[in-house]
């Protein structure tokens, strides 16, 4: 992927991620912190699976370079 097609992919995760907050805080009070600790929160729950998923990958792929150098 070239870097324009990279800077489109954030901009639209960018959009969803604000769009999904508004639709959060629409029956909330309107103001600035509640928006953030809500971002905050989407973020933070988004984040735990990402970690986890690089956490498997990290040592899937260290197994296998081990069985690699023993072979």
Same mark, same amino acid.
């Given at each position: 992927?070239?870097?324009?097609?990279?800077?489109? @992919?954030?901009?639209?995760? %960018?959009?969803?991620?604000? !769009?999904?907050?508004?639709?959060?805080?629409?029956? %909330? +009070?309107?103001? +600035?912190?509640? #928006?953030?600790?809500?971002? !905050?929160?989407?973020?933070?729950?988004? @984040?735990?699976?990402?970690?986890?998923?690089? $956490?498997? #990958?990290? $040592?899937?792929? !260290?197994?296998?370079?081990?069985?690699?150098?023993? @072979?």
């Amino acid at each position: 992927m070239s870097r324009r097609d990279w800077w489109i @992919a954030v901009i639209i995760i %960018a959009v969803g991620l604000h !769009f999904l907050c508004m639709s959060g805080i629409v029956s %909330a +009070v309107h103001n +600035v912190p509640s #928006y953030f600790h809500l971002l !905050f929160n989407i973020c933070l729950w988004m @984040a735990k699976p990402l970690l986890g998923g690089v $956490i498997i #990958y990290m $040592i899937i792929s !260290f197994i296998s370079k081990r069985k690699e150098s023993e @072979a």
